[in-house]
């Protein structure tokens, strides 16, 4: 079942796999695999989204810019939802602010977390786009700050089949997303 954070079933540790999830491509990837780890581990799964200024519209001074970016971060909580629909594993979502690397750091401490899951911006080309529109690496930044290890999932990875993961009968809730 998906939980809200903040409950107090998400805030004490659990040993869950931690994912960071974004706009980026790469991201939905490293949640399946998140959740294909949190499944044959038979632990919870917490997604992490960090704000970012991708969120938001361009202008701070737009009428709607408050609108626009929770609309935003209410479209990215509904594709979670979706591709976490036939996933048979308990599962919530922690929307932080801050440094993503920091962040993911921060949620995989409170869950005693025995590692982080992290997508990637792809190769060759979406890379060099990535990096020329200012997008800093959190793959690389999660590295560089230690204390646990960092799964890095490549884009378009051929382990991220769009099919449930599914585990051990009786050991797992089936996740359904909050309307």
Same mark, same amino acid.
């Given at each position: 079942? @998906? ?9 004490s ?13 790469? %991201?939905?990837?490293a949640?399946?695999v998140a959740?294909?780890?949190a499944?044959?581990?038979a ?6 989204h960090?704000v970012s ?9 737009s009428w709607?810019?408050?609108?626009e970016g929770?609309?935003?971060? @209410?479209e990215?909580?509904?594709?979670l939802r979706r ?10 979502r922690?929307?932080?602010?801050g440094?993503?690397a920091?962040?993911?750091m921060a ?12 997508g ?6 979406a890379?060099?786009?990535s ?6 690496s959190? %793959?690389?930044?999660?590295? $560089?700050?230690? $204390?646990r ?8 990875? %051929?382990?991220? @089949?769009r ?8 050991r797992?809730?089936?996740v359904?997303?909050?309307?």
């Open positions: 079942m @998906e939980r809200a954070a903040g409950d107090p079933a998400t805030t540790p659990d040993g869950g796999v931690v994912v960071g999830h974004s706009r980026h491509r790469g %991201s939905d990837d949640v399946l959740a294909h780890l499944v044959r581990l632990v919870p799964l917490h997604v992490v960090v200024a991708e969120d938001f519209p361009v202008d701070p001074d709607s810019w408050d609108a929770a609309r935003a971060i @209410e990215q909580a509904q594709e591709l976490l629909t036939d996933v048979l594993l308990v599962w919530d922690r929307v932080r602010q440094d993503p920091t962040v993911l949620v995989a401490d409170e869950v005693g977390a025995p590692f982080v899951v992290v990637t911006h792809g190769t060759g080309r890379r060099v786009e990096a020329l529109l200012g997008h800093r959190v %793959s690389h930044a999660a590295i $560089g700050r230690g $204390g290890p960092v799964l890095v999932v490549p884009a378009r990875s %051929s382990d991220t @089949e099919r449930p993961a599914t585990g051990p009968p009786g797992h809730e089936r359904h997303g909050a309307r």
